[in-house]
Nanobody
Framework: QVQLVESGGGLVQAGGSLRLSCAAS????????MGWYRRAPGKQRELVAL???????NYADSVKGRFTISRDNAKNTVYLQMLSLRPEDTAVYYC???????????WGQGTQVTVSS
């Protein structure tokens, strides 16, 4: 099992920035990527950004150029730096971990990000 603990959400004005953190613990050997998904009110959950343990990244088109995902291997922690936030970025953000079968097998509890206009 892998446990994911998120932090860093909050309320920010449009144009502001936030950094989310996700610390993983447990059977780290069983996963090969971590990332962030979000669910906005009335919408389905969507991928925001993913980083593999080999360093590859993937971003949703809507956040490219504004969000950066990174990781600290020593701390088993992934970060999402969010700049130039927009009201449409308002959502619950979930940390996720992908297993070696390519499945998102673990989820964090979610952290609320609210961007006011």
């Amino acid at each position: 099992q892998v446990q994911l603990v998120e932090s860093g959400g909050g309320l920010v004005q449009a144009g502001g920035s936030l950094r989310l953190s996700c610390a993983a613990s447990g059977s780290i050997f069983s996963i090969n990527a971590m990332g962030w998904y979000r669910r906005a009110p009335g919408k389905q959950r969507e991928l925001v950004a993913l980083i593999t343990f080999s360093g590859g990244t993937n971003y949703a088109d809507s956040v490219k150029g504004r969000f950066t995902i990174s990781r600290d291997n020593a701390k088993n922690t992934v970060y999402l730096q969010m700049l130039s936030l927009r009201p449409e970025d308002t959502a619950v953000y979930y940390c996720a971990a992908r297993n070696r079968l390519g499945e998102i097998a673990y989820w964090g509890q979610g952290t609320q990000v609210t961007v006011s206009s």
